[in-house]
């Protein structure tokens, strides 16, 4: 399979802790607020954006099922946020207004608040004036939902307010002195580039002749797993299960993908990553001749979990692909990616989620893409 699974983004809607806390995303606007104002009304104060990033960090960009495209964020990263006030009346004169910035949770609480002094001289606006403020804010945890077909939405609600100082003043409509965006916030996201970084999630390729753990089941002919960078989905790189010149890949083997880190403490604690521990693995230990931590998650502490993945490709009669979450090497959920509609034709990267909730019960579980192990067909190839 000239396979190409590019990228990695788990998707978490709250902690499990807030889990009963759900609020109906429905009832949230992004759209830009209407400016009704029939050339009659001198002040009308309103906020008309806000947007995510800058081009040191930027946000994030999800494509939608429908083409379109969306912001979202990574939790633990700090991101600049940008909201613009603007006075759409026609009046000539200068008026004083006070602005705020919610951070929302999907609950309705307020996580973090910022006032905006918009009067004076710097801050005061006439008809047809703008004031855009900046703030940095760092998303703490996941807040996101992915539907099955890949569409994204939810997430933290930037709330942006404006008010005149003076009471009855603005003759404007009210209407749109509030104005709501949502962003969501992605637990991880990975390019799969192929890098090797200590403390930081990698995907790291180990052969096996069968699901049997410890030296005995490794297998000694290498794995069949290589970079390509010859296109990719997100980044430059991608991963694919055989030779990017043509060769065919081994059949009869357990090719797996893990996710983990390279520790440098000489302990599977969580590194600083925010993921979580993880447990040593000897196999890749005995393998490479370093210490690897293969990353559990813990599926108690997140109310829903989504796997994303983008790839093409196709496998050998009889032969699999999978999105695998492990409970050692014999207790494995998956999502076959040989039956998910994944596109054959080279470069056509097709969108692939997997809804991981509760897949192990509230356990800790670890990741791996692997090729499965099936009778060997003579003369089949991956294309």
């Known amino acids: 399979m000239k396979n190409g699974q590019t990228t990695l983004m788990l998707l978490v809607l709250c902690l499990a802790s807030l889990a009963p806390m759900m609020a109906p995303q429905e009832t949230l606007s992004s759209a830009t607020n209407e400016q009704d104002t029939s050339g009659r009304a001198a002040v009308d104060f309103t906020v008309i954006d806000v947007s995510v990033g800058n081009t040191t960090t930027p946000a994030e ?26 006075n759409a009346g026609t009046g000539s004169f200068a008026r004083d207004s006070i602005g705020t910035l919610d951070a929302v949770h999907p609950i309705g609480f307020v996580m973090e608040s910022w006032t905006f002094n918009l009067t004076g001289q710097q801050g005061s606006m006439q008809g047809g004036q703008q004031r855009q403020m900046i703030v940095e804010w760092t998303p703490e945890a996941a807040h996101s939902i992915l539907d099955d077909d890949g569409h994204l939405h939810g997430g933290v609600i930037f709330r942006g307010t404006i008010t005149s100082t003076i009471t009855g003043l603005e003759d404007g409509s009210l209407d749109n002195n509030v104005y709501d965006e949502s962003v969501p916030i992605a637990l991880w996201h990975d390019t799969m580039e192929g890098t090797y970084a200590a403390n930081t999630p990698i995907w790291v390729p180990i052969s096996y002749t069968d699901r049997t753990a410890g030296g005995s089941g490794i297998y000694g002919g290498g794995s069949d797993w290589v970079t390509d960078n010859s296109s990719a989905a997100a980044g430059v790189s991608h991963w694919r299960i055989s030779d990017p010149d043509g060769g065919n890949y081994a059949s009869n083997t357990v090719d797996m993908l893990k996710w983990g880190w390279i520790p440098t403490q000489g302990t599977c604690a969580d590194p600083g990553h925010g993921l979580g521990y993880g447990s040593i693995d000897s196999d890749v230990e005995a393998l490479y001749g370093v210490p690897f931590c293969w990353l559990n998650l813990l599926d108690s502490d997140y109310r829903s979990v989504h796997w994303s993945t983008q790839a093409w490709g196709t496998m050998g009669s009889g032969d699999e692909m999978a999105m695998e979450a492990l409970r050692g090497m014999s207790t494995v959920k ?25 897949v192990h019960n509230d356990n800790a579980y670890t990741l791996s893409y692997t090729k499965q192990r099936t009778t060997r067909v003579p003369n089949w190839n991956a294309n």
């Open 61 to 86: 960009t999800w494509d939608q099922p429908d083409g379109t495209s969306m912001d979202y964020m990574l939790r633990g990263v700090r991101y600049e946020v940008k909201i613009t006030f603007k």
């Open 334 to 358: 998956e999502l076959n990616m040989t039956q998910a509609g994944v596109s054959a034709v080279e470069n056509d990267w097709t969108h692939v989620v997997w809804n991981m909730t509760d």
